[in-house]
């Protein structure tokens, strides 16, 4: 029997309200750069499995691709606007895969298993400083008191560089010089990927790139041809090229030092001025 009376009121206010939506919807600008970082992990993952099969050739361009991807995702969210939390997060995690747990099994599964324990330890040393690496980016990030010039440096060698610098060995065993591998060699193998780990796990300025964005109208040319010939290198000597680039990265360390010590002294002399000290 149908309980409803006219004294009421209309039949549709006593219906039941709708359902309200338990989740909300989550935009593209959001979702795109997740999407990437996902591919740069899914490429550290199969870097391994390649490492494994004895591929080391496609393993280094594996990581080589995840490291391009990882450039890639956070230009893309902060062009879309799509930042957020849980994309740092993943970030974060995909990077210790990546640039930390990948580079140091296929060093291991190349040339550092000839000295099982000692090869072993240098792939777990190389593993927890990128760790490290990483926890103390994601907490000098959240610091609102930096001065605005420490966005031009990173604060110890980065994870993608310190992953690709750790592979030079192999760039050089895979390329046209042929250096060779061996239980002769994995002494000095080992000692490199530690001197790397140190690289990382420091406190040592390194220039960052995340400012470059604009290019004057003079050197656009210069530019362009730039980037077109070390791409065209690239494909044609992958390998030599990538040893190249390595070392001209290291090249370039005392430079960074120079000028975040200038930095450094500069904040302390307005410090001092700031304060009335005569600077010294």
Known sequence: MDQYSPDDGPRDAVEQPRPRRRFRAVPVRIILPN????????????????AIEGRFRTAVLAIIAAAILDGLDGRIARALKGTS?????????????????????????????????????????????????????????????????????????????????????????????????????????????????????????HFSGKNIGRVPREYVVFVLFGVAAVLLLLATYPMEMLAVLCLVYLAALPFSIRRHNRYVAADEAATKSTAGEPAS
Request: glycine fraction near 6%; charged fraction near 10%; aromatic fraction near 14%.
């Open 35 to 50: 999407l990437v970082t996902l591919l740069a992990l899914c490429m550290g993952l199969t870097a391994i499995r390649f």
């Open 85 to 205: 939390r849980f994309g740092a997060e993943l970030d974060s995690l995909a990077d210790f895969v990546d640039f930390g747990v990948a580079p140091a099994l296929v060093l291991y599964m190349w040339n550092l298993h000839e000295i099982k324990s000692l090869g072993w330890f240098a792939a777990l040393v190389f593993a927890t400083a990128a760790a490290l690496r990483l926890a103390r980016f994601n907490v000098m990030i959240d610091d609102p008191d930096r001065p605005a010039w420490t966005a031009n440096f990173f604060v110890g060698m980065p994870a993608p560089a310190g992953a690709c610098l750790a592979l030079l060995p192999l760039y050089l065993n895979l390329s046209e010089l042929g250096i060779p591998a061996g239980k002769a060699y994995a002494p000095w193998h080992i000692a490199f990927l530690l001197f790397v780990a140190f690289l990382m796990a420091s406190r040592i300025p």
